[in-house]
């Protein structure tokens, strides 16, 4: 599987920013996918996941009630809409597919990983 994340950029505390990430290559509905980050000088940690089924998702508490996270099978794609964004939600978003099917939220879970998109808050 092949992941390319997009729609990173820059936004003003408390505005919002849609990222996407589209897949090619194995079957897209055999993979639960999911969301992480990394801050300049932290560790990645998660974000939110969805499972094979767009029912399943997860959520990290710092982010809970802020973003969604959604997938559409037909075209290959999932998205992480963010809202009420705040400086400290500034990093590095990379989004990864797991066989996992009901999502997970353990980075060594996941199989594959986009190349990531560059978030920052501005305050």
């Known amino acids: 599987v092949q992941l390319q994340a997009s729609g990173g950029g820059l936004v003003q505390a408390g505005g919002s920013l849609r990222l996407s990430c589209a897949a090619s290559g194995h079957m897209f509905s055999d993979y639960a996918m999911g969301w992480f980050r990394q801050a300049p000088g932290k560790e990645r940690e998660f974000v939110a996941s969805?499972?094979?089924?767009?029912?399943?998702?997860r959520y990290a508490d710092s982010v809970s009630g802020r973003f969604t996270i959604s997938r559409d099978n037909a075209r290959n794609t999932v998205a992480l809409q963010m809202n009420s964004l705040r400086p400290e939600d500034s990093a590095v978003y990379y989004c990864a597919a797991s066989r996992y099917y009901s999502g997970t939220s353990l980075e060594r879970n996941y199989d594959y990983w986009g190349q990531g998109t560059l978030v920052t808050v501005s305050s």
């Open positions: 969805v499972g094979w089924s767009a029912g399943y998702t």
